[in-house]
């Protein structure tokens, strides 16, 4: 029986053999858009398994003919994609403070939301200030849209936008359960409030 270090060195004779990302007949990969791919031992050293490639023949795969020929992504481009023209400002970690090749533009950091961003942007993702700082910026984000839209004329259905009708059509009793216990809540503080006076 062939133990791990065997397989790794026999693939590492494949090494030299092809190019970049090339597939040879025994299912080895080389590097793949500039990171190494994992070794993968070739068909003779999987054979021993039983009902392994079972189908590796066209006619004995199920998708065939709905299988789409020639498969995609056999020929694929050396180097790595071109990278997303950045036309807002995109916050990064301060552990990757490199850009990925794609990121969401849709919520770009602006206002009071924006400047809390901003500041957890700077702390490290192991310390929980940053976690909690945008928190605390997606709630001030969601004020923030409300005002815009009374801004701008339109008066925001907030009920709606929760979810109500759909929840008391579907989990009615969910729906109670959260009612009570917002009533609970606002008559707790309302009681301790008046017990301070």
Do not use: C
């Not at 791990?4 to 858009?33: K, L, Y």
């Not at 189908?55 to 709905?66: A, S």
């Not at 023209?85 to 403070?97: D, H, I, M, N, Q």
């Not at 001030?140 to 409300?146: A, L, R």
Request: glycine letters at 10%; proline letters at 8%; charged letters at 25%.
């Amino acid at each position: 029986m062939q133990t791990r270090n065997d397989i790794v060195s026999a693939n590492d004779q494949h090494d030299g053999d092809h190019a970049p990302g090339e597939h040879d007949n025994d299912g080895h990969v080389g590097h793949v858009h500039g990171a190494i791919a994992p070794r993968r031992p070739t068909r003779a050293q999987l054979a021993h398994i039983q009902g392994w490639g079972a189908d590796l023949d066209r006619k004995d795969r199920p998708g065939v003919p709905m299988e789409r020929t020639p498969p995609r992504f056999i020929n694929i481009p050396d180097g790595d994609p071109a990278p997303q023209e950045e036309r807002v400002k995109v916050l990064v970690s301060t552990e990757r403070p490199g850009r990925t090749p794609l990121f969401g533009t849709v919520q770009p950091p602006s206002g009071l939301s924006g400047m809390i961003r901003r500041q957890a942007f700077k702390l490290t993702e192991n310390d929980v200030r940053h976690w909690v700082l945008l928190l605390l910026a997606d709630r001030v984000n969601m004020v923030e849209g409300i005002g815009e839209d009374l801004a701008s004329g339109k008066i925001p259905n907030v009920l709606a936008e929760m979810g109500i009708k759909a929840e008391f059509q579907h989990n009615k009793a969910g729906l109670a359960k959260k009612v009570a216990l917002g009533v609970a809540v606002v008559g707790t503080a309302v009681y301790l409030m008046k017990r301070r006076r």
